[in-house]
């Protein structure tokens, strides 16, 4: 690093950490990700664990979303609406997320030009990708 940048990953993090405390009954790192415990309309409480590394979360708030507050993003809908019975939330790589049985996806990803990319989600549904390119 040099002098004068900053590191914001790890701040970024902690800011995550802190923001689900505040609506998750409790939250904990596990290899990969995060487990949050989360509590449904009937008040049962389950856990979901959200598949997401803390270099894939810097790029999905600061470079997606561009905000340093996990508030800012979408990212506690998508939390509290992973269906019950479907124990992870997997971050897709391209500022999305994924219910799974597991922790990895399924899709594949087929090139498809310079540029361009497919995957094809666990539900089936295929995304088309594109490099951006200035005109």
Do not use: F, K, N, S
């Given at each position: 690093m040099?002098?004068?940048?900053?590191?914001?990953?790890?701040?970024l993090w902690a800011r995550l950490l802190s923001s689900v405390r505040q609506w998750a009954a409790g939250v904990r790192e596990v290899p990969?990700?995060?487990?949050?415990?989360i509590e449904d309309r009937a008040g049962d409480l389950r856990t979901v664990e959200v598949v997401v590394t803390?270099?894939?979360w810097d790029?999905?708030?600061s470079v997606i979303h561009g905000t340093t507050d996990a508030d800012d993003t979408p990212f506690k809908d998508?939390?509290?609406h992973v269906p019950p019975?479907?124990?992870?939330?997997?971050?897709d790589g391209a500022g999305g997320w994924e219910h799974s049985a597991?922790?990895?996806l399924d899709g594949e990803v087929a090139e498809t030009g310079p540029g361009e990319?497919?995957?094809?989600?666990?539900d089936g549904t295929v995304h088309l990708f594109r490099d951006a390119h200035e005109d």
């Open positions: 040099h002098a004068g940048e900053v590191d914001y990953l790890p701040e990969g990700g995060l487990e949050i415990l803390p270099t894939q790029e999905y708030a998508a939390v509290l019975g479907v124990p992870y939330l997997v971050y597991c922790r990895e990319w497919l995957t094809e989600g666990v």
